[in-house]
């Protein structure tokens, strides 16, 4: 068994939507980013990766190429998937948590579940999400970005 640990953090802007765990939120700011923008599929990205010692996002995807402007990140997640299984490696199980002040995620978690699940070909019961504030405290506070966090165990 294997655990990694992902990190992902984006700018709150206007004029983009607000992606997560490949589920569109309605909200008046969207994640300023390459991609997409979904710091949750990112965030588990780089865990996968990590537990794998496989690097991270960045090397796989970087931004410094036009082939990935815009993508969907629920395509990078596949490619993701496709790597460990080719290492012989599946998800055990993996927890993420959103940081966000607004909007409130309650309502999303259960689609978002089922994406990840999909596009790593397990069961939703193996993927936890859950979100918090930080109280108002921070750039989260001031609603100025969105921070996520990921752990994955694979074996």
Same mark, same amino acid.
């Given at each position: 068994m294997r655990i990694g640990h992902g990190y992902d953090a984006h700018a709150l802007v206007s004029d983009r939507p607000l992606i997560l765990g490949g589920v569109t939120i309605p909200h008046d700011k969207g994640l300023a980013a390459h991609s997409d923008g979904d710091a949750v599929i990112h965030a588990l990205c780089d865990a996968l990766l990590g537990a794998a010692a496989l690097?991270?996002?960045?090397? $796989?995807?970087?931004?410094?190429? /036009?082939?990935?402007e815009n993508v969907d990140s629920r395509i990078l997640?596949? $490619?993701? *998937?496709?790597?460990? *299984?080719d290492r012989g490696y599946r998800l055990c199980n993996a927890?993420?948590?959103?940081? /966000?002040? *607004?909007?409130?995620? /309650?309502?999303h978690i259960e689609s978002m579940r089922t994406n990840l699940a999909t596009d790593l070909a397990t069961e939703p019961d193996n993927l936890n999400i859950k979100a918090s504030t930080t109280e108002g405290m921070g750039f989260i506070g001031r609603?100025?970005?969105?921070?996520?966090? /990921?752990?994955?165990?694979?074996a």
């Open positions: 690097g991270d996002i960045g090397q $796989h995807f970087p931004d410094t190429s /036009a082939d990935y997640l596949r $490619h993701v *998937a496709g790597l460990l *299984a927890d993420v948590t959103i940081l /966000a002040q *607004a909007p409130k995620m /309650a309502p609603r100025e970005g969105i921070v996520v966090y /990921a752990v994955a165990l694979i």
